[in-house]
């Protein structure tokens, strides 16, 4: 696979003409760095990796040959090690064989390869379970100070948490790659604390670490980075489940963990508009709010959004008109949510008559839709207990030279203004996160 494509042009005259008393066989490792015309031309045999119980056999055979005794343990790590090899396998043994005098051990094995003893990558593989992160960095800086190469234990502590990751989700010993089946009983405890997503995490945490080391020359801060990372991880099981019962309305299972929250009321106050608010309608906003959550919290029986009217907190009326209609157009949700609130001005033509006009006729022509009017009428009407009319306008464009100059906010003033947006506040305390940085959709790049 390493040969040119000049190389292959002249090797494939020759295949495609065979000498009668000629059989080449082509061995290769990338078979995929072949040319399809030179592949065409050839019957193709997919050989699968030995298995490590053969590879023990035959390395245990070889030893007695030679007269050494060595324990079954290390000839277990040697097999493991070889990934499939049994020509891999069988250099190392005869490396060992160079140094060690009449017995190989397990230690001897470790010793050669640079790797930690099973007893110190599952010690270690516990601290981190235990989110002990001070732990894990003492027992890594013993391994090391002990011999064992950074990159090598990295791989193990890899390869030990893919192990958990098999055992969660039902896999049987066979599939074990690091741990043997004496270790089940074990690797099912972690792997039911960790839960499978927070596994899933950590073994792509430790993935990444290996791959940068190989190019790092700090390969020991990488790893410790990487599990202190894997200890600080949050559960991850939960968070899934919550953003299922967030997105279906309800929990889906019966065993799905819950998380403690305060209860809300039915209708939560509004956040701020882009226009400007009188202190008046936030008034009105939030007593129309606490009305009804009191009432909630009464202990009366359920009743819907309807029968608020029951309550006498609701009168459509001027000093509560901008109240009502905040409060409806967020019950619609979503970006019609988002739109209604986007007027200019607010009138009460009559008791049962609104006209609400908007700057621009984008919004305008978006909101007087019959879908969305008829859903907003329905809204209102929830509130006043009686039909409640809509009349949307448009203004008169305004000339240019005439519009008042909103001053510039500043990067700093932007991001405090975006972290008072509805959806964002949501994304902040689901995600535990913070806005650093955002894109004017006006500015042109």
């Known amino acids: 696979h390493m040969l040119t494509s000049q190389a292959f042009n002249a090797l494939l005259k020759t295949l495609e003409e065979p000498p009668d008393h000629v059989k080449f066989i082509f061995c290769t490792t990338d078979p995929q760095k072949i040319p399809i015309t030179v592949l065409s031309r050839c019957q193709r045999f997919d050989f699968s990796p030995v298995q490590t119980a053969e590879i023990m056999t035959r390395l245990n055979e070889i030893c007695k040959t030679e007269n050494i005794e060595v324990e079954p343990q290390a000839l277990a790590v040697l097999a493991r090690r070889a990934g499939g090899s049994m020509r891999d396998s069988q250099s190392l043994l005869e490396q060992l064989f160079s140094f060690c005098e009449g017995t190989i051990s397990v230690s001897d094995v470790h010793q050669l390869l640079g790797t930690a003893d099973t007893s110190r990558v599952t010690a270690i593989a516990t601290a981190m379970v235990s989110r002990d992160s001070a732990d894990c960095l003492n027992q890594l800086s013993a391994a090391i100070d002990g011999g064992v190469d950074a990159g090598q234990f990295a791989s193990q ?3 030990y948490f893919r192990d958990v990751m098999a055992i969660r989700v039902g896999a049987d010993a066979e599939s074990l790659l690091t741990c043997t089946e004496s270790d089940i009983g074990e690797l099912k405890q972690k792997a039911d604390t960790l839960g499978l997503e927070t596994t899933l995490s950590v073994i792509q945490i430790l993935d990444q670490c290996v791959t940068r080391m190989q190019s790092s020359m700090h390969g020991r801060v990488l790893l410790e980075v990487a599990i202190v990372r894997s200890c600080n991880l949050e559960n991850l099981d939960l968070l899934a489940d ?15 963990p819950t998380v403690p929250t305060k209860k809300k009321p039915l209708i939560e106050p509004l956040p701020n508009r882009r226009l400007s608010e009188s202190p ?13 959550a009191s009432a909630s919290e009464t202990g009366e029986p359920s009743r819907s959004i309807q029968t608020a009217n029951d309550l006498n907190t609701v009168r459509l009326a001027a000093e509560n008109l901008q109240g009502i209609w905040l409060t409806a157009a967020k019950n619609l949700g979503g970006m019609a949510a988002d739109m209604m609130s ?17 700057a621009a006729k984008h919004i305008w022509e978006f909101c007087r839709r019959s879908d969305r009017a008829s859903a907003m009428g329905t809204a209102l009407e929830q509130f006043a207990g009686t039909r409640i009319q809509v009349k949307y306008c448009v203004a008169e464009p305004t000339p ?4 008042p100059k909103a001053p510039k906010l500043t990067r700093v003033q932007m991001i405090r203004q975006l972290e008072q947006n509805a959806l964002v506040k949501s994304a902040i305390e689901v995600f535990d996160a913070e806005v650093v940085e955002f894109r004017d959709p006006d500015e042109r790049r």
């Open 242 to 256: 919550l953003l299922d019962q967030l997105g279906n309305g309800s929990p889906t299972g019966k065993n799905k």
């Open 157 to 159: 502590l890899l390869g």
């Open 400 to 403: 240019e030279s005439e519009l």
């Open 280 to 292: 008046a309608t936030v008034t009105a906003v939030n007593s129309l709010t606490d009305s009804v």
């Open 342 to 358: 986007q007027y200019q001005s607010l009138e009460l033509s009559d008791d049962s008559t609104i006209v609400v006009t908007f």
